[in-house]
């Protein structure tokens, strides 16, 4: 690969020395010509504009010979022929200009494809070689395939981490620009895992590796990028098909002219206006710039086809788990007995479950963690796999996990056991000394990003979207009527999403997106697959045509707008410089433009169409409003006191259910303390959102307007707290809850905890998506 990688960089810089000197030699020529007929001397004019001619003739005919040996008889051959023509006519003048022409066309594309992939040579350039191992004996640098997993790595100030590891030091400050494509720098504590590739921002800090340097983030998004470029892509192919067609076409009205008028002039002019010798070179420009577009996003293309595809896809399939969700379940709510409070059943159920490797045991840890309980350390710890854990804690004999038969469950219980399968949510049941506390209701939740990048999906030209999951069908169906999606088939083993996606393949370009080991056949099968690559499985990504190195769903819309504005452009490039070179080909058979002027015309018809192949680096614009740094820091603010009020909404909801159960004044002490929650709580939260955050939002969603309908949430919000505060006070006053209030009041809070549940959703979904 060295050895290859090194002898294509020295043909590129001959390559680039040698056009280099024929646009230098060939406008010293013309000057040189265009001096001497000034002057008066025609003859020394002539021969510098032919030896110019001469001069450009012995590279074109190695350009055309290497064309016909790679089976391809490409436009450069006319270049050829209008080149010997002119010499063969005396159109000395009409021959400098097109050698210029053809110089110029073949600096011009160079400088444009360095300009478009610079964003891949960037990524390849700076792939670590060597990393610093620490030992016993100190800090030596080693070779990056000696490092192995467990290694003690030290990683420098402004170093780019090798391996994938975690932290051993206390913080790492980190910018992971080169994978996210957001320009932020990002803090990882100590244990958390971080992926190769990224820069150290701050200090330096020690790395446990966990991967080899084979295996590791960075070194599959560089073998990709390896194999990125536009040479195999279709729409170059199209280019190749239409100069199949285009070559003759100008052969025969040259040809007609010669022979209709009697003059060889005629039709050399013909030639020389059909020479659009980096016209058909706009498609690969246009591809190349989509390809170096989309690197800056985070996004790596394997190849200019998969681009094409991806421009022309009308049909997405996408896995659920990593991709519709986040992949990692969550605490959706806490159902605690009478006598207890939600918080207190997390924590305990956190506690406990600290040392458990269980995945939904490290969610309830991780929610407790958010809301800023404080764990107690278990002690004489016991797992049974299938069942839970059990420990005692403070005390108390606690367990977390599975119980028996649920009818023998009070009446609380089979009502958090009934939202459980109503929600398609699991259910970890906590029991304190032999009797059952609480219970925590986990879900995969929907990617907060995800209705907002199908939205945009559609935009792009997406026609259906079908979710593809081996997950049970309710969940399932669930999250597809959520998203409003088209289709939804469940309970699929990786044959049936394979056959599943040839079926699609039948109908339209298809575009296949997942996660892990099990999508990777489906993957390989679509015409397009996309890996989620940052926390996704090796085989996906090796599977995949397409890795989204940023752990965010979004940049998928990103891409397909992307690849559809590459590919128009292509087109619009390619066909459009082509239906220019054909009217001129008409004017110069009628005589109506001489060589010299023909000339002068495909050279500005050329420069043009690729100058319009390059604006296919940017894009119209963007998925996401632009934010000022305000903005993303309000929402980050407000995004972190949503987790932090999750607590309130479940006090709400066991408030109502309390009501239910038995309306005694317990009952209405849990009332009284939901309330004294929202006033201190919530609703200071919901007024911030309206006065600072709201405000900050409005210039880049359009104005105030677009901000109105959670406005009026949040009236919604204070109306039913205060309805909820007129009761307490009705009820203190009298005593005790009158029979006539119990249903408004249960009502109130129960439409309450609704409205919360939509408004969060809402929020997280068409605000808090659109930070980095």
Same mark, same amino acid.
């Given at each position: 690969m060295k050895h290859f990688s090194a002898a294509a960089g020295l043909?590129?810089?001959?390559?680039?020395?040698?056009?280099?000197?024929?646009?230098?030699?060939?406008?010293?020529?013309?000057?040189?010509?265009?001096?001497?007929?000034?002057?008066?001397?025609?003859?020394?004019?002539?021969?510098?504009?032919?030896?110019?001619?001469?001069?450009?003739?012995?590279?074109?005919?190695?350009?055309?010979?290497?064309?016909?040996?790679?089976?391809?008889?490409?436009?450069? #051959?006319?270049a050829v022929l209008a080149l010997g023509g002119t010499l063969a006519v005396r159109e000395y003048l009409a021959g400098a200009l097109i050698a210029l022409m053809l110089a110029t066309g073949r600096t011009l594309e160079a400088a444009a494809q360095r300009r478009a992939s610079h964003d891949m040579r960037v990524l390849l350039e700076r792939a670590?070689?060597?990393?610093?191992?620490?030992?016993?004996?100190?800090?030596?640098?080693?070779?990056?395939?000696e490092v192995g997993a467990g290694d003690l790595l030290v990683v420098g100030p402004g170093e780019v981490v090798p391996v994938d590891g975690r932290v051993e030091s206390a913080v790492a400050v980190l910018d992971e620009s080169v994978l996210t494509g957001e320009p932020l720098q990002a803090e990882?504590?100590?244990?958390?895992?971080?992926?190769?590739?990224?820069?150290?921002?701050?200090?330096?800090?020690?790395?446990?590796?966990?991967?080899?340097?084979?295996?590791?983030?960075?070194?599959?998004?560089?073998?990709?990028?390896?194999?990125?470029?536009?040479?195999?892509?279709? #729409?170059?192919?199209?280019?190749?098909?239409?100069?199949?067609?285009?070559?003759?076409l100008s052969l025969a009205v040259a040809g007609l002219a010669w022979l209709l008028s009697g003059s060889p002039v005629r039709a050399v002019a013909v030639l020389v206006v059909a020479t659009p010798c980096p016209l058909l070179l706009a498609a690969p420009v246009a591809i190349v710039s989509g390809l170096s577009r989309a690197s800056r996003l985070g996004v790596v293309i394997r190849d200019g086809g998969a681009l094409e595809n991806l421009g022309r896809a009308r049909t997405l399939l996408l896995d659920k788990t990593g991709t519709l969700t986040g992949g990692r379940p969550r605490v959706l709510d806490v159902a605690a007995a009478p006598g207890w409070k939600p918080a207190q059943v997390l924590r305990l159920a956190a506690s406990a479950d600290q040392y458990s490797p269980h995945v939904l045991a490290r969610a309830i840890v991780d929610a407790a963690r958010e809301r800023g309980l404080r764990l107690s350390m278990p002690s004489d710890v016991t797992e049974e796999p299938g069942r839970g854990a059990a420990s005692?804690?403070?005390?108390?004999?606690?367990?977390?996990?599975?119980?028996?038969?649920?009818?023998?469950?009070?009446?609380?219980?089979?009502?958090?056991?009934?939202?459980?399968?109503?929600?398609?949510?699991?259910?970890?049941?906590?029991?304190?000394?032999?009797?059952?506390?609480?219970?925590?209701?986990?879900?995969?939740?929907?990617?907060?990003?995800?209705?907002?990048?199908?939205r945009h999906l559609r935009t792009a030209g997406i026609e259906r979207i079908t979710? #593809?999951?081996?997950?049970?069908? &309710?969940?399932?169906?669930?999250? $597809?009527?959520?998203?409003?999606?088209?289709?939804?088939?469940? &309970?699929?083993? %990786?044959?049936?999403?394979?056959?599943?996606?040839?079926?699609?393949?039948?109908?339209?370009?298809?575009?296949?997106?997942?996660?892990?080991?099990?999508?990777?056949?489906?993957?390989?099968?679509?015409?397009?697959?996309?890996?989620?690559?940052?926390?996704?499985?090796?085989?996906?990504?090796?599977?995949?045509?397409?890795?989204?190195?940023?752990?965010?769903?979004?940049?998928?819309?990103?891409?397909?707008a992307i690849a559809g504005r590459a590919r128009h452009i292509a087109v619009q490039s390619a066909l459009g410089g082509m239906l220019m070179s054909l009217a001129a080909m008409a004017a110069a058979a009628f005589g109506l433009l001489p060589p010299a002027a023909g000339a002068l015309l495909q050279e500005g018809i050329d420069v043009a169409v690729i100058l319009n192949a390059l604006?296919?680096?940017?894009?119209?614009?963007?998925?996401?409003?632009? #934010?000022? %740094?305000?903005?993303?820091?309000?929402?980050?603010?407000?995004?972190? &006191?949503?987790?932090?009020?999750?607590?309130?909404?479940?006090?709400?909801?066991?408030?109502?259910?309390?009501?239910?159960?038995?309306?005694? %004044?317990?009952?209405?002490?849990?009332?009284?303390?939901?309330?004294?929650?929202?006033?201190?709580?919530?609703?200071?939260?919901?007024?911030? &959102?309206?006065?600072?955050?709201?405000?900050?939002? $409005?210039?880049?969603?359009?104005?105030?307007?677009?901000?109105?309908?959670m406005s009026r949430a949040h009236t919604e919000i204070e109306r039913l707290s205060r309805r909820i505060a007129t009761h307490l006070h009705l009820a203190r006053s009298r005593g005790s809850l009158d029979t006539d209030q119990l249903d408004d009041l249960r009502s109130s809070l129960y439409g309450l905890h609704t409205v919360l549940r939509l408004h969060f959703s809402q929020e997280e979904e068409n605000y808090f998506s659109l930070a980095p």
């Open positions: 043909a590129a810089a001959v390559s680039v020395r040698l056009e280099s000197a024929l646009l230098a030699v060939t406008a010293a020529a013309l000057a040189a010509g265009g001096a001497a007929w000034i002057t008066g001397a025609g003859s020394l004019a002539d021969l510098f504009w032919g030896l110019g001619t001469v001069f450009a003739v012995v590279p074109a005919v190695g350009w055309v010979v290497a064309a016909l040996r790679r089976g391809h008889a490409g436009v450069d #051959l006319i670590p070689r060597t990393a610093r191992r620490l030992t016993g004996a100190g800090v030596r640098t080693v070779p990056l395939p990882h504590a100590q244990g958390e895992a971080v992926r190769s590739g990224v820069v150290n921002a701050g200090g330096a800090f020690d790395l446990r590796a966990t991967a080899t340097e084979q295996d590791s983030t960075y070194a599959g998004i560089v073998t990709l990028a390896r194999q990125a470029g536009a040479e195999s892509a279709p #729409l170059v192919r199209l280019a190749d098909r239409y100069a199949a067609w285009f070559l003759p005692i804690v403070d005390g108390h004999r606690v367990s977390v996990g599975r119980v028996g038969s649920s009818d023998a469950m009070p009446s609380w219980a089979r009502a958090a056991d009934n939202r459980a399968l109503l929600d398609g949510a699991a259910v970890a049941w906590l029991t304190v000394d032999g009797h059952l506390a609480g219970a925590v209701l986990l879900r995969d939740p929907i990617r907060t990003d995800a209705p907002r990048t199908l979710m #593809l999951t081996g997950d049970r069908t &309710e969940p399932a169906h669930e999250v $597809a009527a959520v998203l409003g999606l088209d289709g939804v088939r469940a &309970e699929l083993a %990786p044959a049936d999403k394979v056959a599943a996606v040839r079926a699609e393949r039948e109908h339209a370009v298809t575009v296949m997106v997942g996660d892990g080991v099990n999508d990777a056949p489906a993957l390989a099968a679509a015409d397009v697959g996309v890996a989620m690559g940052a926390r996704g499985s090796t085989a996906s990504s090796e599977a995949a045509d397409i890795v989204l190195t940023a752990d965010r769903v979004d940049r998928l819309a990103d891409a397909v604006r296919a680096l940017r894009v119209d614009r963007e998925t996401r409003p632009a #934010l000022t %740094p305000t903005a993303e820091a309000l929402i980050r603010r407000f995004a972190s &006191e949503h987790d932090d009020l999750q607590d309130v909404l479940e006090a709400v909801r066991a408030a109502a259910d309390r009501l239910s159960d038995s309306p005694g %004044p317990e009952a209405m002490e849990a009332v009284g303390e939901t309330y004294r929650l929202l006033t201190e709580r919530l609703l200071p939260h919901e007024q911030a &959102e309206e006065h600072q955050l709201y405000p900050a939002l $409005a210039p880049a969603l359009g104005g105030p307007e677009a901000t109105a309908t």
